[in-house]
């Protein structure tokens, strides 16, 4: 016989709880036969918490016990905490392998013969400009973490919010094969004083900080992997220099 177990989340014309979707979902991969109720108003929720004595919804119950809500039915079965929590690298190599898989994909279905170079110039330049976008979707947040290391940003906070912008063109410029008098300059600049600005926070310094490369509001600490974007930047802009010369 399957284990048993009721469900009472909200779902609503307006609202459809996420943690009672969840919780239904965790309970059946657990094997459990979900009894679920769906409370189909505010007024049967408010009831159904004053009848409970608890602050909110999912609550579900195993063999009469009530369990409690998400976190609460994770703990019950041994589970850690739900999302990414604490410091991580998982959106830089998320990041890095999209832009990875895009230039493999150009090269292949658009560029004959031995595309090495090619596929590093879209890599980079894919990078960059996914980078840029994470920093650009939130430019206050993306600033008040940038301005704690970067040294230029320091001295004047209006660089923090041109940083993303010329960080996308020079990335965009790169795939439109701007010329490299254009594009060189900016990447190497900014590449340069970031570069700079984390070598002397992390490895001089000593200062634990939350790298701003994905935006303000990341988990990904300060260090290798920002200092690695600086440097794509950098050989990013020696290299668009050395062709436009060439």
Known sequence: MAKQAKLYRMHTDEHICPYG???????????????????ASREETDKFKKE?????????????????????????????????????YTPVIA????????A?????????GNYIIQVIELFVAFSMTLLAIQKLKDLYSFTNSFITYDL??????RYGYIYPFAEAFAGIGMLAS????LVG?????????GAISVFKA??????????????????????????????FMIAAGLWMLSKAIA
């Open 95 to 102: 990041i890095f392998s999209v832009a990875l898989l895009m």
């Open 104 to 112: 493999l994909s150009i090269a292949y279905a658009y560029i004959a």
């Open 152 to 157: 230029l940003a320091m001295r004047n906070i």
């Open 52 to 88: 409970h004595d608890v602050e909110t919804t999912p609550q579900t119950f195993i063999d009469g016990e009530r369990i409690g809500g998400y976190d609460d039915l994770r703990e019950y079965f041994d589970l850690g905490e739900p999302g990414q929590t604490g410091t991580t």
């Open 21 to 39: 979707l969840r919780s239904k979902d965790l309970l059946e991969r657990e094997g459990f036969q979900v009894d679920d109720h769906k409370l």
């Open 185 to 193: 300059p900016v990447s190497l600049f900014i590449g340069t004083v």
């Open 178 to 181: 701007l010329s490299g008098y």
């Open 202 to 231: 992390v490895y001089i310094d000593k200062r634990e900080l939350k790298c701003a490369c994905v935006g303000g509001d990341s988990s990904v600490p300060l260090g290798f992997v920002s200092l690695t974007e600086n440097l």
